[in-house]
């Protein structure tokens, strides 16, 4: 099993920045994809950005492109997104996720590993 512990949300005016960090414990052997999905009230989870393991395939969907990063250090364990000129509506919970898959993919159902969540709040 694989553990995963998202940080670095928080409150940030229209316009600023923040780096979430997914720390990964436990079978981190394995060569998991990482994504990030968030969740506000009411709706569902939806797929942010991707990385595979080796960090040549990325993917975003069309809302944070040219905004938000995605990264990882394997040495480190940990897989890192740069939210940069960020607006109200990406005001969410950031939760991260692992997946055997090669390559990210957007479907919830193949990430089989998720953290608790890490609350981004962009104030207008």
């Known amino acids: 099993q694989v553990q995963l512990v998202e940080s670095g949300g928080g409150l940030v005016q229209t316009g600023g920045s923040l780096r979430l960090s997914c720390a990964a414990s436990?079978?981190?052997?394995?060569?998991?994809?990482i994504g990030w999905f968030r969740q506000t009230p009411g709706k569902e989870r939806e797929f942010v950005a991707g990385?595979?393991?080796?960090?040549?395939?990325?993917y975003y969907v069309d809302s944070v492109t040219g905004r938000f990063t995605i990264s990882r250090d394997n040495a480190k364990n940990t897989v890192y997104l740069q939210m940069d000129s960020l607006k109200p509506e990406d005001s969410a919970v950031y939760y991260c996720?692992?997946?055997?898959?090669?390559?990210?993919?957007?479907?919830?159902?193949?990430?089989?590993?998720w953290g608790q969540g890490t609350r981004v709040t962009v104030s207008s």
């Open positions: 996720a692992a997946s055997v898959l090669t390559t990210p993919v957007i479907a919830r159902g193949a990430y089989e590993y």
């Open positions: 990385i595979n393991w080796t960090g040549t395939s990325t």
């Open positions: 436990g079978r981190t052997d394995n060569k998991y994809t």
